[in-house]
C-alpha cells in the first residue's frame, strides 16, 4: 500500500511571479493567477497545504471583457447603516480601483475558508507598471501556467 506524499515546511519553496495584465481577458487572468495562488501548479500541490507561490499584478486597469459587461457588471458594497447598500458598473470600478477588479476576480477562485484568505494576500496588484518587490526578483509567469 502507497503512503500518500505530504510536503513538510521546510520542502515548501514559494516563488514570485509577475504578470501583466494589460490586454489580457479578466477571467482568464484571474483562474491562472488562481491557479498559481493555491499551487496547482506543482507536482507537491496537497489539499490543505499551502503550497503556493505569490503573484505581482501589473496594469490591472487594461483588463479586457467581452459584451456588455463594461455596463452591466455590478460590485457591491454595504456600508453598514441601513439602506446602505452601494453599487459601481465595472467600467466605473476600472476607473477609480482597477486593483480591486482583479482582488474580487481572484477571490472568487479561491476557497472560502482561512486559506483562501491566507492565499489572497500573496497577491499583490498595482494599478500601473511599477512594483515594489523588486528584492524577491519575481519572474514573469510563464503563459502555460
Not at 521546510?10 to 495562488?37: F, H, P
Not at 489539499?47 to 483588463?63: K, Q
Not at 500573496?122 to 515594489?132: A, I, L, P, Y
Request: hydrophobic letters at 30%; one cysteine or more; a positive charge.
Amino acid at each position: 500500500m502507497e503512503k500518500t506524499y505530504y510536503p513538510k515546511p521546510d520542502e515548501i519553496k514559494n516563488d514570485w511571479y509577475i504578470v501583466d495584465a494589460y490586454g489580457q481577458n479578466l477571467g482568464r487572468l484571474a483562474s491562472r493567477i488562481a491557479k498559481v495562488l493555491l499551487g496547482k501548479h506543482k507536482p507537491t500541490f496537497t489539499p490543505g497545504v499551502d503550497t503556493g507561490d505569490y503573484v505581482i499584478v501589473l496594469n490591472c486597469g487594461g483588463v479586457v471583457v467581452t459584451g456588455k459587461k463594461l455596463d452591466d457588471k455590478k460590485y457591491y458594497h454595504h456600508t453598514g447603516y441601513p439602506g446602505g447598500i452601494k453599487e459601481i458598473n465595472l467600467r466605473d470600478q476600472l476607473a477609480k480601483h482597477p486593483e480591486r477588479v482583479i482582488k474580487s476576480a481572484v477571490k472568487g477562485m479561491l476557497p472560502k475558508t482561512t486559506q483562501g484568505r491566507n492565499l489572497l494576500k500573496r497577491m499583490k496588484v498595482f494599478s500601473g507598471s511599477e512594483h515594489t518587490h523588486e528584492a524577491q526578483n519575481p519572474v514573469v509567469l510563464p503563459e502555460e501556467l
